[in-house]
């Protein structure tokens, strides 16, 4: 049906960047929405930003102002820019897709690592 696959994680030193990238193909007629979450050791996965098709964008509290989402419609691809990383980012990024036509599914890459050493 549908594949999502994530790019661009890495090690990175406190107070530096990363661009993270997710593609989704398949049988997808459009993009509802797309989004990032991750999951530190030990914690629950959670929301980091989120992008819909009208290019309404949510970010969790923990991230406003240090991380961008954006998307290329036309290649079904999303990317988050993350400034000022901060060792409390460290965590495995998931990147999730709602697509058209299968409305009622939820579609996950196999996750990224992101490191931030202190």
């Known amino acids: 049906q549908v594949q999502v696959v994530e790019s661009g994680g890495g090690l990175v030193q406190a107070g530096g960047s990363l661009t993270l990238s997710c593609a989704a193909s398949g049988r997808i007629l459009s993009i509802n929405r797309m989004g990032w979450y991750r999951q530190a050791p030990g914690e629950e996965r959670e929301l980091v930003a989120v992008?819909?098709?009208?290019?309404?964008?949510n970010y969790a509290d923990s991230v406003k102002g240090r991380f961008t989402i954006s998307r290329d419609n036309a290649k079904n691809t999303v990317f988050l820019q993350m400034n000022s990383l901060k060792p409390e980012d460290t965590a495995v990024y998931y990147c999730?897709?709602?697509?058209?036509?299968?409305?009622?599914?939820?579609?996950w890459g196999q996750g990224t690592q992101v490191t931030v050493s202190s």
């Open positions: 992008i819909t098709s009208s290019g309404y964008t």
């Open positions: 999730n897709a709602n697509v058209r036509p299968y409305t009622s599914q939820s579609f």
